[in-house]
């Protein structure tokens, strides 16, 4: 398939690999953040930490949109399902989340109408067959996922869809990244953007990375040798003295973004006071609400919330594997009280997730990391 | 968008790439394998058939550009 199989190319990918060692220290260590969940999914399912060398350590970072959701707002999303009369609509993923009081699928177990979409258009389109119904579309993701809320928000206003709301949870990639390399002791030296937010807001938005805290940043693909070209890119920077944004993503992410997607996400919903993320607590202006043009279509006004703040389990370190602190498997609950099957926090929930992902691809390492030295 | 089973259903930052098979105002009839779907393109204007547009959560974000 044109797009995929020429990013799968083992020559290439063995070629980048011998680059990407020819260019650290042995003895060195070179952390590289790939912000982004799809990312690190990737890393994982195709097993590209085994073609790096031991000086590069990839670290985990926040870009799942899934895992950031606090506990508080899924009660939220709950009370909206067990409203009479409604219809809670989320992404598939969502359903499995646990809030204070259980999942979104639990709630469905006990009666609540909730469904699974793959867009938020298929939620207004189930508004209009339903017009009995009042049918709330559980909005969450990064700059990827608004721009369609933005586009179902401008339809339900022109169809003239009255029964259809938005319980609105989209966040935006700057705060988190600049609250992680605001962190004390941070030990990043560099970043893998995330390829698909930069399609939305373009590679000028990470300027603020390089300009103002001296990392250099490689928008990326997706496939393994996407991702190992940007590696090898942030580390010929290095070598070369440079600190800068670059983009390898060229067959589809521009400089300036989608500039069309921008406009509607900024007609249809703004910046809120703040937003509290798991793992990194309350960040400013780091989530969008719905606008005043749109309250009509504004769950948030349409409904009474409980509006709860939720502290994560205490034997969940959800947050410190967000920010890069510690690997999936230095958690202690990890693959025992939680699992995929039965996850205790957000990063098992998602296949994005990073604990989700290393329980899935990554267990077969652990006994070869963990052998005890001359053992 | 019907996602690959072994990717994220939510996707914050995944999306597909699939080629245009037809165009019907503000929607298009996109090949995701065997499946088509009907994506939005409400952000993507002048789509036309043959495009590859990169594809999320039921609206394309972009056109991929080697296509024209």
């Known amino acids: ?375 | 968008m019907t996602p690959d089973p072994e990717r994220c259903l939510t996707c914050s930052d995944d999306a597909v790439a699939a080629r245009v098979v037809s165009v019907d105002g503000l929607e298009a009839v996109v090949a995701v394998g065997r499946d088509t779907e009907r994506v939005g393109i409400d952000l993507v204007p002048d789509t036309r058939a043959g495009d590859v547009l990169l594809c999320h959560a039921g609206i394309a974000l972009e056109r991929l550009e080697e296509q024209r």
């Not at chain 1, 560099?190 to 250099?216: C, L, M, N």
């Not at chain 1, 039965?342 to 296949?351: A, D, F, N, Q, W």
């Open chain 1, 1 to 375: 398939m044109r797009y995929v199989d020429e990013y799968r190319d083992p020559a290439l990918a063995r070629a980048l690999a011998a680059e990407i060692r020819s260019l650290v220290d042995p003895g060195e260590v070179v952390r590289v953040m790939e912000v982004c969940g799809g990312h690190t999914h990737a890393i994982y399912r195709h097993g590209l930490e085994e073609l790096l060398p031991p000086e590069l350590e990839l670290v985990h970072g926040p870009g799942c949109p899934v895992c950031v959701i606090p506990m508080g707002r899924v009660d939220d999303a709950i009370a909206i399902a067990e409203t009479d009369g409604v219809t809670l609509a989320t992404f598939g993923d969502m359903l499995r989340v646990p809030g204070g009081g259980g999942s979104l699928l639990e709630a469905k177990a006990r009666g609540a109408d909730v469904r699974m979409v793959y867009s938020p258009l298929d939620a207004l389109a189930l508004a209009a067959q339903e017009p009995d119904r009042h049918v709330c579309f559980f909005a969450i993701g990064f700059e990827t996922t608004a721009p369609a809320t933005a586009v179902t928000l401008l339809r339900a206003r022109a169809g003239r869809t009255p029964n259809f709301s938005v319980f609105c949870n989209h966040v935006l990639i700057e705060p988190p990244l600049r609250a992680i390399l605001e962190t004390p002791g941070l030990r990043v030296d560099a970043f893998v953007g995330p390829g698909h937010v930069s399609t939305v807001i373009g590679t000028d938005a990470y300027r603020f990375i390089p300009e103002e805290y001296g990392r250099p940043v490689v928008v990326s693909a997706f496939e393994p040798v996407d991702l190992l070209q940007s590696i090898a890119m942030l580390l010929r920077q290095r070598a070369e003295g440079r600190c800068e944004v670059e983009n390898q993503y060229t067959r589809v992410v521009r400089r300036e973004g989608n500039r069309r997607a921008v406009a509607a996400m900024a007609e249809t919903m703004e910046p809120r006071a703040d937003f509290e993320w798991r793992g990194l607590g309350v960040l400013p202006a780091s989530a969008l609400r719905v606008r005043d043009a749109f309250a009509a279509f504004d769950a948030e006004r349409l409904f009474t919330l409980p509006g709860a703040r939720i502290e994560d389990p205490k034997a969940c370190r959800c947050g410190d594997v967000l920010t890069g602190q510690i690997k999936p498997w230095e958690c202690g609950v990890f693959g025992t009280a939680c699992t995929p099957e039965r996850p205790l926090g957000t990063c098992m929930v998602s296949s994005e997730g990073a604990c989700a992902a290393f329980f899935s691809y990554g267990r077969l390492r652990r006994p070869r990391e963990e052998a005890p030295v001359g053992g």
